[in-house]
């Protein structure tokens, strides 16, 4: 949550000097966040490589545990697509690009800024911010009308990091190595699935 | 864009090949630092575009509505896969 907060106000911070025109529009190239982008995959891929224990928790997965991620983003991929037929300014495709981000907000919507433009990126930020938000706050109900791997799916990527004590509080102990893998494994699949949809 | 993802591949192996180094452990951080600054870009580009600006509400509006398809559409098959297989497990 205090994550969320420091990256909406740097967020904030960079709407505000763009606003008030402090910094020149020629001044920063466009091509400077395509190499920070670089840059930036470069180091996840570092922390993915670096980290012994990701790659073992991966190893102690059965078929069932698969299922509980593939649900998620079969069902996201559906949930958004069908709102997106019924948004008039966006494909149904670009609607499911802005779910592809599964609450990985920072890294979705700097994907879908550079493929799509800064519109559809600063609703991808809100959306994958809300979705992160949701399910902190509704755990507790999504367990009751919708058992106990809900939260797990509804938190997406965050499954694994910001939702993952509310989850383990209200699943249950057993459910916390599934919202582990769960999280692992939407979290990998943001970069392709928002690559993919927005190149349709 | 397939130089994104040679890039964390790359990552990947240099990540493997510097197990050994303790302070590669910290890149998290620098992973954190690239982010803000990345959503900075992000603000300032909006901040920039008036036809932005002038729409945010109605841009919030449409993220409220994907993500409401994106969550609903996961908790229902999540609820199904639930009682198929999950249930039966508990004491």
């Keep these: ?200 | 864009m397939f130089i994104v993802f040679l890039m964390m591949l790359l990552g990947i192996g240099v990540g493997i090949g510097l197990r050994p180094v303790p302070i590669v452990k910290e890149t998290g951080r620098l992973v954190t630092l690239f982010i803000f600054f990345l959503l900075f870009l992000l603000g300032l580009a909006v901040g920039q575009d008036e036809r932005i600006i002038s729409n945010l509400g109605s841009l919030g509006l449409q993220a409220v509505l994907i993500t409401t398809g994106a969550i609903l559409g996961s908790v229902v098959l999540v609820k199904i896969l639930y009682h198929l297989y999950f249930k039966q497990d508990e004491r």
């Design chain 1, 1 to 200: 949550m205090k994550g969320s907060l420091i990256i909406v106000g740097f967020f904030v911070l960079g709407v505000i000097v763009g606003f008030g025109g402090f910094i020149p529009k020629d001044l920063l190239h466009a091509d400077l966040s395509t190499y920070v982008l670089y840059g930036l995959m470069f180091l996840v891929g570092i922390t993915i490589g670096y980290d012994r224990e990701l790659l073992l928790s991966l190893r102690k997965t059965n078929l069932k545990i698969l299922l509980v991620p593939l649900c998620t983003i079969v069902g996201t991929l559906l949930g958004t697509g069908i709102v997106g037929i019924f948004l008039p300014k966006w494909t149904v495709a670009e609607s499911m690009a802005v779910g592809s981000g599964f609450g990985y907000y920072s890294l979705s919507s700097i994907f879908i800024t550079q493929y799509k433009g800064a519109e559809l990126g600063t609703i991808a930020l809100m959306s994958n911010i809300i979705r992160e938000i949701f399910t902190l706050l509704a755990t507790p109900l999504l367990v009751i009308y919708f058992g106990r791997l809900a939260p797990i799916s509804s938190a997406g990527a965050t499954s694994m990091d910001t939702c993952l004590p509310i989850i383990t509080k209200f699943s249950g102990k057993e459910y916390v190595l599934i919202a582990i893998v769960h999280g692992i494994l939407v979290d990998l699949s943001v970069p392709f699935l928002v690559t993919f949809l927005c190149s349709l």
